[in-house]
């Protein structure tokens, strides 16, 4: 049929999705209007009868392309649930979506739908909190005693130490044309 739309933007049989394109709701659409039958406008696009006659019935009732407002998954919050979230992060910035499950009395809710009304306010940026190393109490009464027993040192001692950020450290000796630099 030469309706205006090329045969490459209709999609192929219908793999599972259910929403049409927009290139088959116009060549539905245009095809009705030549009177041509709903099997044969099915068979070209590789989609059921009762989907093209569906499809055709809304557009002549409603006249639009668009999808109804309204269609789609209802949402699991009311805005109480949402106020009850951000008030908890606005609390604590640092509070784990387990914690607002649990506090809030939110079982109900899964931890990414409270993710998801966290980010749609735009208020606040999502990351993972860097993970600091656990300091046991024993470790902490050793650094203690370390910097008790140097707290008198004169400049001359803390010369002889070297301190690093903790990162492996290569050190090995390179001639150079003086002798032999440390690096």
């Not at 093209?52 to 649930?81: C, I, M, P, Y």
């Not at 640092?94 to 931890?111: G, H, K, M």
Request: with cysteine.
């Amino acid at each position: 049929m030469d309706d205006g739309v090329d045969d490459d933007t209709l999609a192929p049989p219908n793999t599972g999705c259910n929403h049409l394109s927009e290139a088959e709701k116009l060549h539905i659409i245009e095809g009705r209007a030549q009177n041509h039958s709903v099997g044969k406008i099915a068979g070209e696009l590789g989609r059921s009868k009762s989907t093209v006659s569906a499809f055709h019935k809304k557009w002549r009732s409603a006249n639009t392309l668009a999808r109804a407002s309204g269609q789609g998954r209802k949402r699991k919050t009311n805005e109480r649930d949402d106020r009850l979230i951000m008030s908890c992060v606005k609390q604590n910035r640092f509070v784990t979506t387990t914690e607002i499950q649990a506090n809030q009395r939110l079982p109900r809710l899964s931890l990414s739908t409270i993710r998801a009304r966290i980010k749609e306010t735009g208020e606040f940026a999502s990351y993972w909190a860097t993970k600091k190393p656990f300091i046991s109490l024993a470790n902490q009464r050793k650094r203690v005693a370390w910097c008790i027993e140097r707290l008198n040192w004169t400049r001359e001692q803390w010369r002889q130490v070297m301190c690093t950020d903790e990162s492996p450290v290569k050190y090995t000796m390179q001639p150079v044309s003086a002798g032999w630099l440390a690096i």
